[in-house]
C-alpha cells in the first residue's frame, strides 16, 4: 500500500469512528424519547434483531410484548433525562458505554424519582449501530417527597428497599472508603484514551441486576 492509500485509509477510518460515535451517542436519547411517548416499534428498532429478552425468549417482538405490559402495569407516564456518556471500541463494529440517567416516574398516588446509570454494549449491523445490552445500575429510587437516605435506596411503592448496584462496576468505590492514604498519595497516569473505562474496571466482574 502507497503512502497516498495509508493516509487515505486512516482518513476513512477516522471518519467511520466519528460517525460510529455520533449514532451511538444518539442511541440513548432515542431511547428515553421513545420509551416516554411509548412509540413501543421505535423503541424496540433501537435494539439488535435478536436483542435477548430473558433466558428463553430473544427478538424484538417478545420484548416490545414484555415492555407493553410492564409500562401498562407500573407507570402512568414517565421522563427520562440523559447525561454523560462515554463510549470505547473493541473493533469497528462493537463498542461499550456508560451514560447517566435521571428518571421521573408517575406510578399511582406517588412520583417515583431515579438516579442510575446504564452500562451499554452496542453492535453495528448492516451498516447501523444497535444496543446489544442494556445493563442498569440504581442508585437510588423513591418517592420525590421521601430522601433514600441510607442504605438500600431502591425503594419502589409496594416492595422492600434493596440495593441498586450503582457501584458494583466500579472497584475504585470500596477501595476509597477501605483505604485511606497517608502523606502525598501516588498518582497513576492517566488512562490511554480509549481505555477510560477499562482502565476504571480494572477487570471488575458485571454485577447481577435486581429487575425492578
Excluded at 159 to 168: D, M, N
Amino acid at each position: 500500500m502507497t503512502e497516498q492509500n495509508l493516509d487515505l485509509a486512516n482518513l476513512a477510518a477516522r471518519i467511520d469512528r466519528l460517525e460510529s460515535l455520533d449514532q451511538i451517542r444518539q442511541l440513548p436519547a432515542k431511547y428515553a424519547l421513545s420509551l416516554d411517548m411509548r412509540d413501543l416499534d421505535a423503541h424496540v428498532g433501537l435494539f439488535a434483531p435478536d436483542i435477548r429478552v430473558s433466558k428463553d425468549k430473544t427478538g424484538r417482538q417478545h420484548m416490545r410484548a414484555w415492555l407493553d405490559d410492564t409500562l401498562r402495569l407500573q407507570f402512568t407516564g414517565t421522563s427520562h433525562h440523559i447525561g454523560g456518556h462515554i463510549i470505547e471500541f473493541k473493533d469497528p463494529d462493537h463498542a461499550f458505554g456508560v451514560v447517566y440517567s435521571k428518571n421521573e416516574h408517575e406510578t399511582g398516588p406517588e412520583w417515583v424519582i431515579m438516579q442510575m446509570l446504564y452500562w451499554d454494549d452496542y453492535e453495528r449491523i448492516d451498516g447501523r449501530w444497535y444496543f446489544r445490552r442494556r445493563l442498569p445500575c440504581y442508585w437510588y429510587a423513591t418517592d420525590l417527597n421521601k430522601p433514600p437516605i441510607g442504605d438500600m435506596k431502591m425503594r419502589w411503592p409496594g416492595r422492600e428497599p434493596y440495593s441498586g448496584a450503582w457501584t458494583e462496576l466500579w472497584p475504585s468505590w470500596k477501595d476509597f472508603w477501605a483505604n485511606r492514604p497517608e502523606g502525598l498519595p501516588e498518582v497513576a497516569e492517566p488512562a490511554p484514551l480509549d481505555k477510560f473505562l477499562e482502565t476504571m474496571r480494572r477487570g471488575a466482574p458485571i454485577p447481577k441486576i435486581r429487575v425492578r
